[in-house]
RNA sequence: GGUGGGGUGGCUGAGUGGUCGAAAGCGGCGGUCUUGAAAACCGUUGAGUGUAACAGCUCCCAGGGUUCGAAUCCCUGCCCCACCGCCA
């Protein structure tokens, strides 16, 4: 969420910068409802200052042993005025904050123009791409040619489309990838491993931006609680922080986790609809940083740089854009996307996702921090970046280490996960 | 599932319907003392909104209600704790 203070006296600035997000600012909007918000404020607290001192001498009257009849009917119809103008303030208010809840965050200056991911930037680029001497299989046709082990039929048959099944020294390979990646992360990248809720309720999604505009992404749970699977670790590991104020000591708080995530993918039917690349249940190793706010910018290098690092170890080519403004997530202020090279599409695809969000999360979660400087408390920064998504780093292996007979070489660094073993063939 | 007790400031914890935004302690900050530190002592210290600065207003889990007036009374929900029962 942005300051509202900032939106009220910098409208067009505002306006100006979401431009390059594709977001149109209603700014004669805006200020119509933050004018009449004003004015009936203004009016409603002289009434409650009134109402405040004339209970307040009721009290003392009575004290007193006065009578106090008469003060009693003077104050009559203060309260038919009163309650009247709260909830018109707050029918006012509510406006306003479901507003203010859908204006994205406001794109970093360095963001390129553009309006979809055709328009991003290349910053860097790592590795080379193998080049096969047979005709390369993706993993579809590799995992079918394995016994199996790889299945998206059975999967189907058990829930529907968008759903994986393994078996085997696959699934073992794609349990080795979870812990190689925790284990970096907490070993030589200083973050701290935790363990989370895979439901959350809506103030936690509400917290870090999914709802209330993304609420079809979802999959929400059948019952009155409100409860939705998590679309990614990000939401349930930032909302630790919500309604908290830590001590500036703590700071930078680095946390891994991993949990499985749950899109329903509503607006991508017939969109990679192939194998394993957008599934509605996958994995993900995730990386998230609270941070004072002048780190933000560094903390978001470091971590991207963690998140490539586990590509090299694996020895799997990538490169690292950033994200035009039109690409740009609703909540974020820079994004780096990584993007992993697959053999079968002759294509860098999206592997890893890193983003800035300022202090946009930890407003709309009041996450803080106190500044010892001015003893005030403020608002942390949030990062976080999947390191990696699980799924595509397993599909990226298969394709990257395959044979010509077939089978998969191991990476050396996921050997110890797998009891030494060093290729994956028929069983 | 049953019964009972709770949710108050960064933390712990008191609070009779009427100057209670809230005692006290801890922690934080400033100071005295000290070569320096600790201890001790003194002072200060909730979050927001608003203002040029005051003032004012809101907030004692959340949402309703009673009242001239609610942290305090009533209703609903959420969460926590204790004991009993049941299950893993």
Known sequence: MLDSKFVRTQPEDVAAKLVKKGFTLDVEAFHALEQSRRDIQVRTESLQQERNNRSKNIGKAKAAGEDIAPLLKEVDDLKQ????????????????????????NLPDDAVPEGNDEDDNVEVRRWGTPKSFDFEVKDHVDLGAALNGQLDFEVATKITGSRFAAMKGDIARLHRALIQFMLDTHQQDHGYEEIYVPFIVNRDSLFGTGQLPKFEEDLFKIQDDRGFYLIPTAEVPVTNMLR???????????????????????????????????????????????????????DALEALTN?????????????????????????????????????????KYR??????????????????????PETGKPEFLHTLNGSGLAIGRTLIAVMENYQNADGTIEIPEVLRPYMAGKAVIGNP
């Open 350 to 371: 999206e592997i890893s996702s890193c983003s800035n969000f300022r202090d946009f999360q930890a407003r709309r979660m009041k996450a803080r921090f106190r500044n």
């Open 81 to 104: 005025q009163l309650s009247a103008a709260e909830t018109e303030l707050s029918g006012v208010q509510t406006q306003l904050d479901a507003l203010l809840a859908e204006i994205p």
């Open 306 to 346: 963690n998140a490539e690092a586990i590509l090299e170890k694996l020895n799997l080519p990538y490169r690292t854009v950033i994200l035009c403004g039109g690409d740009l997530g609703f909540s974020a202020a820079r994004t780096y996307d990584i993007e992993v090279w697959l053999p079968s599409q002759e």
């Open 243 to 297: 309604d908290e104020i830590i001590d500036a000591n703590q700071l930078p708080l680095k946390y891994t986790c991993h949990t499985p995530c749950f899109r329903s993918e509503a607006g991508s039917y017939g969109r990679d609809t192939r194998g394993m690349i957008r599934q509605h249940q996958f994995e993900k190793v995730e990386m998230v940083q609270f941070v004072k706010p002048e780190a933000s910018d």
